[in-house]
């Protein structure tokens, strides 16, 4: 059974630093490009990162982009989201998903449960 | 890209025919996906490529459209479409969605 799950959220102070993981099974890893999409409460989705099998393409949403780094490991099959400069904006629920195909193509299946990001002073 | 999704809720019965539109502010050339939420669970994909209905998803379910208007069709409500559905483009970066439609039965 394919499966991502989240894990790392947590309550934390604007300006502070975070790290997501997404643990990864039942599938090849490496065949696939990996994503982070959030909702925020009350919110749409919005794509955070993507990043394709081998690392060599990533993409960020501008909002993120200088403050948030994703990356992977293929020995752990874990993508990872680091996430500094944290604002309230970013605030939300943080999806793992896997894209259809090994390049970021954007079509995603299947979606993690989730973990939530709360960001309060 | 942005996504424009109505209606952003719905009641229908069991048995009605369903449609929900999306709207892209640019051609899509066929880069649209369709996502059912249901509560307590994880988006799941629906249907890629405008049309293209993954495996598993019943035939009920119906993607079509061109350029920048979409529509999901749902030909003969269920108990257990229950849920939410969202459009996404997957065009360009960043990958937009829409706000969602919610589906009461």
């Known amino acids: 059974e394919v499966q991502l799950v989240e894990s790392g959220g947590d309550l934390m102070q604007p300006g502070r630093s975070l790290r997501l993981t997404c643990a990864a099974s039942?599938?090849?890893?490496?065949?696939?490009?990996i994503h982070w999409v959030r909702q925020a409460p009350g919110k749409g989705l919005e794509w955070v990162a993507g990043?394709?099998?081998?690392?060599?393409?990533?993409g960020y949403v501008d909002s993120v982009r200088g403050r948030f780094t994703i990356s992977r490991d293929t020995a752990t099959k874990s993508v990872y989201l680091e996430m500094n400069s944290l604002g309230l904006e970013d605030t939300a629920f943080y999806y793992c998903?896997?894209?259809?195909?090994?390049?970021?193509?954007?079509?995603?299946?299947?979606w993690g449960q989730g973990t939530l990001v709360i960001v309060s002073s | 890209i942005q996504m424009t999704q109505s209606p952003s809720s719905l009641s229908a019965s069991v048995g009605d025919r369903v449609t929900i539109t999306c709207r892209a502010s640019q051609s899509l050339s066929n880069q649209i996906n369709w996502y059912q939420w249901k509560p307590g669970g994880a988006p799941k994909l629906l249907i890629s490529s405008i049309s293209t209905l993954q495996s598993g998803v019943p035939s009920r379910f119906r993607g079509s459209g061109a350029a920048t208007e979409f529509t999901l069709t749902i030909t003969s409500l269920q108990p257990e479409d229950l849920g939410s559905y969202f459009c996404q483009q997957s065009y360009r970066t960043p990958y937009t969605f829409g706000q969602g439609t919610k589906l009461e039965i």
């Open positions: 998903v896997r894209d259809t195909n090994a390049y970021i193509r954007g079509t995603f299946d299947p």
């Open positions: 039942g599938f090849d890893f490496d065949e696939h490009a």
């Open positions: 990043i394709s099998w081998n690392s060599g393409s990533i």
